[in-house]
């Protein structure tokens, strides 16, 4: 069976730094996608990047880049100039690519930015 | 831009009562989902569905029952409250097979049972 582990349940950072969210994952598969979902305090979770497994160029979106090892079954975050919008429980997530669309979530990174 | 919202953000019962949490989706999604979130725990997938009347158990389904009529809407059942359900109670859709392959989530209701 699939797992994702986070080893961060929490985290600091200072304002305008660089952080980096550490998940590692175990599949035999081959096809598959992987997530940072990050869950605001009271507020929706929302997807932050996507990186599918085919692809060998990490996947950016804006501040948030991502380090994709697939040998080593690593997929951490990088979150550049932080902001304090960015203060979020982040969580790590895998998926395969078949009907049912299960999505499997680490435990979460509690991310504090400190101004 | 999608929407899935959920009945109620707050939510306490009694040990013993029939909960049902409702959550309700306007992207046409084929898929949807309900998940329990509690601290350390990360997110646990209870039921999905994959199409009207349909319903796949998840990780933790013992305790919960689900009902999907149409397609919008996906509702969670807890036939009998007990205090080890109180949680923050998280519904997402999704398409199966598309490109983006991401699942929207509601804003949560947390559940507390007394």
């Known amino acids: 069976a699939q797992t994702v582990t986070q080893s961060q349940p929490e985290m600091s950072v200072q304002e305008a730094e660089t952080v980096t969210l550490s998940c590692t994952y175990d599949?035999?598969?081959?096809?598959?996608?992987l997530f940072w979902y990050k869950q605001p305090p009271s507020r929706q979770m929302i997807l932050v990047i996507r990186?599918?497994?085919?692809?060998?160029q990490n996947a950016t979106e804006n501040r948030f880049s991502v380090n994709f090892q697939k040998a080593a079954k690593s997929f951490s975050l990088k979150i550049s100039d932080s902001q304090l919008g960015d203060a979020a429980m982040y969580f790590c997530?895998?998926?395969?690519?078949?009907?049912?669309?299960?999505?499997?979530f680490g435990k979460g990174t509690r991310l504090h930015i400190l101004p | 831009d999608v929407k899935v919202t959920q009945s109620s953000r707050y939510l306490v019962k009694r040990t013993g009562e029939k909960v049902f949490l409702e959550c309700v989706q306007d992207?046409?999604?084929?898929?949807m989902f309900w998940y329990r979130q509690d601290p350390g725990l990360g997110l646990r997938l209870i039921y999905f569905?994959?199409?009207?009347?349909?319903?796949e158990k998840g990780d933790i389904p013992e305790g919960y029952s689900v009902s999907r009529e149409k397609k919008e809407r996906f509702s969670l059942i807890l036939e009998s409250a007990s205090t080890n359900q109180t949680s923050m109670y998280l519904c997402?859709?999704?398409?199966?097979?598309?490109?983006?392959?991401?699942?929207?989530f509601g804003p949560g209701t947390r559940l507390t049972v007394t």
């Open positions: 569905s994959y199409d009207v009347k349909m319903k």
């Open positions: 992207m046409d999604h084929e898929n």
């Open positions: 599949t035999s598969e081959s096809d598959y996608y």
């Open positions: 990186q599918e497994a085919y692809k060998q």
């Open positions: 997530a895998y998926g395969q690519m078949n009907r049912d669309d299960k999505i499997i």
């Open positions: 997402a859709s999704g398409t199966p097979g598309q490109a983006s392959y991401e699942q929207y």
